[in-house]
């Protein structure tokens, strides 16, 4: 078990605890007396194929369907719903890995798919970033809505992405450990402070006024559902993570970790389900006015 545990900071490096050599022992035999945890995120996990799969879909679907009355922001929900479709494909090998196999070799796979779901906060960002341009600086947003700067900035997101999971992959690199502490409180920060500033720049639109413009309208939607996906999928990370070495081993691993990266990864089902149900009462609300 040495081999395995010598090195704490391993356990976020990985994700998920690199598995032993063969004939030592798997994750779950070496949490057995604590296997709650353990059972409970792999629940999560499975909810995310069986729910978030057909719920990105619908998303990527709904959004190809609407392209021609989309928002400025869907670019990035776009390929935000392909990283999570692809991270949801993992719950089978990552139950083999986790309660059966004490091979290390799958591990790479999955450390890779690992890596690619850390960085699902830098399109959250880029969707703050966007509904704050839109809200705080209109006219800059206005200037900037047709060029193809959003398609630009996602393909950057999506080399820092496959590079960050590349190096993960790897899982030898030392002090990586910092590398998705410090990225998950940056991007934790800015989303923090778009938001503030977006629902500020909107409680200041105007006293008096009835009915919110639009486009202010739709972005204050978007960030409450942003809002709520930080809060309660982001923060847990974001609050244990800088102090995983103030908990024994056995309690960050077997407890904290599982707990923490379950309600991260099960944004994949949360942020698809959100959106769609805007969808569904931006529809009713829309069949509502044709009606009167």
């Known amino acids: 078990m040495e081999v395995l545990y010598s090195n704490s900071s391993l356990l976020v490096v990985s994700h998920r605890p690199p598995n032993s050599t063969a004939g030592e022992w798997t994750v779950y035999e070496h949490c057995k007396d604590k296997p709650a945890a353990i059972i409970w995120y792999l629940g999560l996990q499975f909810i995310n194929m069986f729910l978030g799969i057909p719920a990105n879909l619908m998303v990527l679907w709904l959004i190809h369907k609407n392209k021609g009355d989309s928002s400025t922001s869907d670019i990035f929900i776009s390929h935000l719903a392909t990283l999570d ?73 999506w080399l820092i992405t496959l590079a960050y999971a590349a190096a993960k992959c790897v899982g030898n690199i030392a002090n990586f450990d910092k590398v998705f502490t410090a990225m998950i409180l940056a ?49 847990p990370p974001v609050a244990l993570f800088p102090f995983q070495h103030y908990f024994s081993p056995d309690v960050f691993q077997c407890y904290i970790h599982y707990v923490t990266f379950g309600l991260m990864d099960f944004s994949s089902s949360i942020q698809p389900m959100l959106y769609l149900s805007k969808e569904k009462l931006n529809c009713c609300m829309s069949c509502m006015t044709q009606l009167r």
């Open 187 to 235: 991007a934790f920060a800015f989303m923090v402070f778009c938001n503030i500033a977006i629902l500020w720049a909107l409680r200041q639109s105007g006293p008096g006024r009835d009915e919110m413009h639009p486009v202010k309208k739709r972005a204050f939607k978007m960030v409450l559902i942003i809002q709520a996906i930080i809060v309660f999928n982001y923060f």
């Open 85 to 157: 479709v692809l991270f949801c494909l993992t719950p089978p090998l990552e139950l083999a890995n986790i309660v059966f196999l004490t091979t290390s070799s799958t591990w790479y796979v999955l450390r890779f798919f690992y890596g690619i779901k850390d960085s699902s906060p830098l399109f959250l960002s880029c969707i703050c970033l966007d509904r704050y341009m839109a809200v705080v600086h209109p006219i800059t947003f206005t200037r900037l809505k047709d060029r193809h700067h959003r398609a630009v900035l996602a393909i950057v997101v």
